[in-house]
């Protein structure tokens, strides 16, 4: 038939552009200014595609009419038959005329007009470089108008909302194309944990839909952090997970999952595909390496083969479809039985008919170049390689890829925890964009919380990637790899109004929204601000890391990190804005350029100051003419950080046991051996330390001079800890030592074996009984007030039974016991309890997140409290130190640390904020440093705590050096 060779001719054309589009080098959807041409090229191919429809339908009633009386093998649902047929090669996308709808479909009825007024927007335009200065026009759940709006246009209102933004900046709603809300729910709770089937290697019929729980607190505290919408991803168990959902995160008057549903290709009746009504976009899961290997006992081989095996299955069943549509619509009806297909295997087909976004969490070269192979093999594209630590490596590879090159979706700094993840490097972004190829960066959370996705693109973009491609990487340019930048990821009129109103520029440190509108509906009820300082209002100017970007590469990933003891005498910092010193458990700022009229010069002589002061007060007279001599650029010297928390130190990749120092034996539930002491028995830390690892030489580079790290223990005593400097080469290093031990440290939770009860018990009898050496030793110094306890709890309840307990043993011994509480997800409800316990709080989630049910109460901090946890804290006098969870985060204490002090507005100043991360926590743990003895760092383009500076050096009387980086 004619019109049957004509619509295979258009399909045909249709194909060759679609090749062609993602052929091009650059990738198209890298660049905004292209994307008009691509959407009319994909509406234009629908048009064809639904006139060759029409034609068909008509010419085959005129066909059966004619055929009917000589032909009796023509099926009863022949019609029916021969519309999927021409469905077969449709593209999916959003109809034709979609951007001329004056409502949205998600358009929450009442909702009232916004107008957000003089603001500075970032529109997403202009490859992510057009930045307006106007309003932003709301209406209908939609965006009308961007910039200058008339008055004419806005009379016609009569309850229009305006907020009056004062020139913030204003940005879309954040998209996070990683994550697990409502498949993992927060609290985690076993009833709802429904991110991984173990039901099958590869199950591309599962979807995240069918598990979406709609009870996760990660839904609003997401919104929170200016998140809009999410693709909720299946877990990476299987080699193929199934379909992911995207969803945007505001509550629905339905409160159902199915309200949450952004253009899915599900009915929103029923539960199946149907292309002829659903002409959208399908996400999919895949995983390759380790995850399968480890869940199914399988080895790479074996996972491939499941991906290829699935594919033959998927590509018979497609060719079989292709061959029965060829004859039916050819009218040749005879003996073809019905329509090739099947409800378990259509979501993979439509994957090789190019309707599926692949995502594909995938991290090593080898994995990578299978899933490459595996593309040419099968011909279908994959959207982006998630996770994909080395895809840095390897662009050209990437380029190879069947249809289009991947997008790829990182971490900034989250690596090093399994071996893929091993060689993963903070200059992948830049390096990619680079290589041109579109970088993501996505949460997969809960494992980074959502809510902060931005300081993942704030990380990004300190690293080298540029401002408006960090700003694309959680907006744009997501959605343009999930086929959804039709109407989110951009400020455009005619596009879902989610906005968010920031309080700083959006890639300054700590930006927080001021208000987020998602589908036009302002989610903030009551948000709590604070003013932030003059210049978080501007892009930050990251310093160069071309060396480090280009070590990266040239190593592998592993670029030697051991610093450089200089070998001069003296080594003079010039151009200092500002000099920080530890006085006993503060610090202070004792030198300010600024107040002082000129620079700061800071002499140093083997490791030790000499002087620190005014160019006066520090002439050159101090120094001999062979001293090194640094001009920091208007950067700082400070006391350097302490880290403490993670298992920094005893750790190289914590996946694998081999790197690891293990767990310590549990006298609680484990059968101690009498060598060792049995159950009075007490591991220290200081034995089982490594030096030289990667966290802690990264860490280090940052500026973390002492690390505290306490035995692993699932158990109720973890044991001794000990403090030692994550730059140094080997334990008997001059200095490496810090403190042999620190503190003893135990654990109290929910879920740890024996009840909480029966832990309290035990803590109350050692303090009572007479307990064998060497733990009898130690409960004799927590005793006497000469050593520190620390116990690891996260729960109000058992702090109140430890506060009790503590007052107890008090009233008995007449002592004072020194306690401090680690985690202390919710140490803010008992903060004038705590205060008057004398306990010291160690918060290891200083942006909280209640992960698990005893961390349910959090404070979470603005724009949803307006406290913090660490300001409710510090308001009832309580020594708060901040700290850390995995050993990757360690690098990252000076951040941790800023971003305490812009959150509290002021309350805490940046001297005090070096507190939080450096004298604060060594006091809490009972280490005792000399303020003298301790080291210092010096920060080049800025101090510490700004997203401009870098760490250069590293003064350390202790060890009689300074170390140049
Ligand atoms: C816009 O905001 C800026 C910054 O606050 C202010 O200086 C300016 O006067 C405002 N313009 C208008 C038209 O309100
Ligand atoms: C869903 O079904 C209801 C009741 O049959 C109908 O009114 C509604 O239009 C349907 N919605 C969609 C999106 O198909
Ligand atoms: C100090 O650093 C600032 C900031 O980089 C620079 O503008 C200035 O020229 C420097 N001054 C000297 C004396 O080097
Ligand atoms: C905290 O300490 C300060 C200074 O010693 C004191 O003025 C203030 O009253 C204390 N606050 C509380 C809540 O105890």
């Known amino acids: 038939m004619i019109e049957a060779r004509l619509c295979d001719l258009v399909s045909r054309v249709a194909l060759t552009r679609t090749t062609m589009d993602k052929g091009l080098p650059t990738p198209a959807h890298n660049n905004p200014a292209r994307r008009p041409h691509h959407r009319s090229r994909r509406a234009w191919r629908l048009l064809l595609a639904v006139l060759c429809l029409a034609v068909l339908q008509s010419a085959t009633n005129l066909f059966y009419a004619e055929r009917s009386t000589r032909n009796s093998q023509i099926p009863v649902n022949a019609q029916e038959i021969l519309n999927k047929c021409a469905l077969l090669n449709v593209q999916p996308g959003p109809p034709l005329d979609f951007n001329l709808r004056k409502q ?34 709301l209406d209908g759940g939609l965006i009308k108008r961007v910039g200058q709006v008339e008055q004419d246009v806005l009379d016609a209102y009569n309850d229009l909302v305006i907020i009056e933004a004062a020139g913030a900046w204003v940005s879309p709603g954040i998209v996070d194309m990683h994550s697990h809300h409502g498949v993992d729910s927060s609290p985690e709770l076993q009833g709802a944990e429904d991110s991984n089937s173990l039901k099958g290697v590869a199950q591309p019929w599962l979807r995240a839909l069918d598990g979406l729980n709609t009870h996760s607190d990660a839904y609003k505290l997401s919104i929170a952090g200016g998140i809009t919408t999410v693709l909720v991803l299946p877990g990476s168990a299987n080699a193929i997970g199934g379909q992911g959902v995207v969803i945007k995160l505001r509550p629905t008057d339905a409160r159902t999952p199915t309200g949450l549903m952004l253009e899915n290709p599900w009915e929103i009746n029923g539960t199946l595909y149907d292309p002829s009504v659903s002409l959208r976009w399908r996400q999919m899961k895949y995983a390759c390496g380790e995850n399968p290997s480890r869940v199914y006992g399988f080895t790479r081989m074996d996972t491939t083969w499941s991906f290829r095996q699935s594919y033959e299955t998927a590509r018979k069943i497609k060719v079989s479809q292709d061959e029965y549509c060829a004859k039916a619509t050819a009218g040749e009806w005879t003996g073809l039985g019905a329509f090739p297909e099947d409800l378990q295997w259509e979501a993979l087909v439509d994957v090789l008919r190019g309707r599926v976004k692949v995502h594909n969490h995938c991290y090593e070269t080898v994995d990578l170049d299978d899933m490459v192979r595996l593309t040419n093999e099968f011909k279908f594209s994959i959207a982006a390689f998630h996770h994909a630590h080395e895809t840095y490596l390897v662009s050209d590879m990437l380029k190879k890829a069947y249809g289009h090159p991947p997008a790829v979706a990182l971490f900034a700094t989250n690596a090093r925890y399994k071996r893929e993840a091993y060689r993963g490097s903070e200059f992948a972004p830049r390096i990619l964009a680079e290589n041109g190829l579109s970088v993501i960066m996505k949460s997969d959370h809960p494992v980074l919380d959502s809510r902060f996705l931005l300081y993942e693109a704030q990380q990004a973009h300190y690293y080298g990637l540029p401002a408006n491609l960090a700003l694309a990487s959680v907006t744009s340019t997501p959605a343009t790899v999930m086929g959804l930048d039709h109407r ?211 860490a280090y580079r940052a500026g973390v001079t002492t690390a505290v790290v306490a035995p692993q223990s699932y158990g109720f005593l973890a044991g001794l800890s000990a403090a030692f400097s994550p730059g140094a080469k080997h334990k008997l290093e001059k200095g490496a030592i810090v403190q042999q031990a ?209 760490v250069v050096g590293i003064i350390s009387p202790r060890r009689g050096v300074v170390d140049l980086l």
């Not at 949205?104 to 909702?111: E, L, P």
């Not at 603001?119 to 026009?137: F, K, M, N, P, Q």
């Not at 990251?542 to 051991?562: C, H, I, M, T, V």
Request: charged residues 25%; aromatic residues 6%.
């Open 488 to 698: 989110i990821g951009y400020i455009k009129p005619g596009y879902d109004a989610d906005i968010v109103l920031w309080d700083s520029h959006p890639l300054a440190l700590g930006a927080t929204p001021k208000q987020v509108w998602i589908d036009g509906v302002a989610q903030l009820e009551h948000p709590y601000t604070v003013t932030k300082p003059p210049a978080a209002q501007h892009v930050p100017e990251p310093p160069n890391f071309d060396k480090e970007a280009e070590a990266a590469l040239r190593y592998e990933g592993l670029p030697p990190l051991e610093p450089e003891h200089t070998k001069s005498n003296f080594i003079v910092f010039r151009n200092v804005s500002s000099v920080y010193r530890r006085q006993g458990q503060s610090v202070k700022e004792v030198f300010r350029a600024s107040a002082a009229g000129g620079e700061g010069i800071v002499v140093t002589s083997e490791g030790k100051v000499v002087c620190a002061g005014s160019a006066a007060e520090c002439p050159s007279s101090l120094y001999d003419a062979r001293a090194e001599i640094l001009n920091l650029a208007g950067g700082a010297v400070a006391p350097g950080l302490v880290t403490y928390g993670s298992p920094l130190g005893l750790e190289e990749i914590t996946a694998e046991d081999s790197t690891i120092d293990g767990y310590a034996l549990d006298p609680l539930t484990d059968t101690i051996p009498e060598i060792i002491g049995g159950r009075s028995a007490v591991a220290a830390a200081v034995d089982g330390l490594q030096f030289g690892t990667r966290d802690a030489l990264l």
């Open 104 to 137: 949205s479909d998600r358009f929450v009825a009442g909702t009232r007009p916004t107008l957000i007024r003089n603001a500075s927007i970032w529109t997403g335009r202009v490859d992510g470089l057009e930045v307006l200065h106007g309003d932003v026009l």
């Open 742 to 950: 620190a503190a003893l440290h135990i654990s109290i939770h929910y879920d740890a074996g024996p009840s909480v009860s029966t832990q309290i018990a035990a803590l109350r009898a050692l303090f009572r009984m007479e307990v064998r050496r060497p733990l009898g030793n130690l409960i004799e110094k927590v005793k006497k007030g000469e050593l520190i306890l620390v116990v690891d709890v996260e729960s109000a309840d058992i702090m109140a039974s430890l506060i009790e307990l503590k007052k107890d043993i008090e009233d008995r011994e007449g002592n004072t016991i020194k306690m401090t509480f680690a985690g202390a997800s919710e140490a803010h409800l008992l903060a004038k309890e705590i205060s008057e316990g004398g306990i010291g709080v160690l918060l290891t989630r200083p942006r909280p997140f209640p992960m698990t049910w005893e961390q349910r109460r959090i404070m979470p901090g603005l724009p949803l409290s307006e406290t913090s946890a660490i300001t409710a804290l510090m308001d009832q006098n309580v020594t708060v130190g901040i700290g850390i969870e995995e050993a990757w985060q360690a690098r990252n204490t000076r951040w941790d640390a800023s971003w305490a002090a812009l959150e509290s507005g002021g309350e805490i100043s940046k001297a005090e904020a070096l507190a939080l991360a450096s004298v604060h926590v060594e006091h809490l743990l009972g280490v005792e440093v000399e303020d003298i003895e301790s080291d210092l760092i010096a920060t080049y383009g800025g101090d510490p705590l700004e997203l401009s500076s870098k």
